[in-house]
């Protein structure tokens, strides 16, 4: 039940919005053992003047073919997910959603920047005021 807020650049949302919901729901559905049916995403556009966003921090350039810059078409998926996953897991996802956006609409790896928290079923109500509950 994961629930995931895109922020993009302003520029991009129309060309890119929905290759990257459904490559966002491709591989939660194959390395979060996420239900096809699950899908809350909710995209941001943002101008350049509403980010700042330091472009090395953290980029390091692993071989001579990868940028280690972020540029103005730097992506931020911001995830919270009900059930917790494992390292491999989450380390499984990163790569996945990367590769597929670097294929798919050629967006630098170093673009692409994910967080992911966890919470507690009762921390969802999915419709009417109710809690959600495992049971």
């Not at 919901?21 to 049916?37: C, K, M, N, R, Y």
């Not at 998926?77 to 670097?102: D, E, M, S, W």
């Amino acid at each position: 039940m994961p629930f995931t807020r895109i922020s993009l650049p302003a520029h991009r949302i129309d060309r890119w919005q929905a290759v990257i919901s459904a490559t966002l729901q491709e591989a939660l559905i194959s390395t979060f053992s996420v239900p096809e049916e699950d899908c809350f995403q909710l995209f941001e556009p943002v101008s350049r003047s509403q980010r700042v966003i330091n472009p090395t921090y953290l980029c390091e350039k692993k071989d001579s073919e990868q940028n280690c810059l972020r540029s103005e078409d730097f992506l931020l998926f911001h995830i919270t997910g009900g059930k917790p996953r494992n390292t491999a897991q989450k380390q499984a996802f990163y790569q996945n959603l990367v590769g597929q956006l670097h294929h798919k609409l050629g967006i630098s790896p170093a673009d692409v920047m994910i967080v992911i928290s966890f919470t507690q079923p009762e921390d969802w109500s999915f419709s009417h005021g109710e809690m959600f509950s495992i049971t």
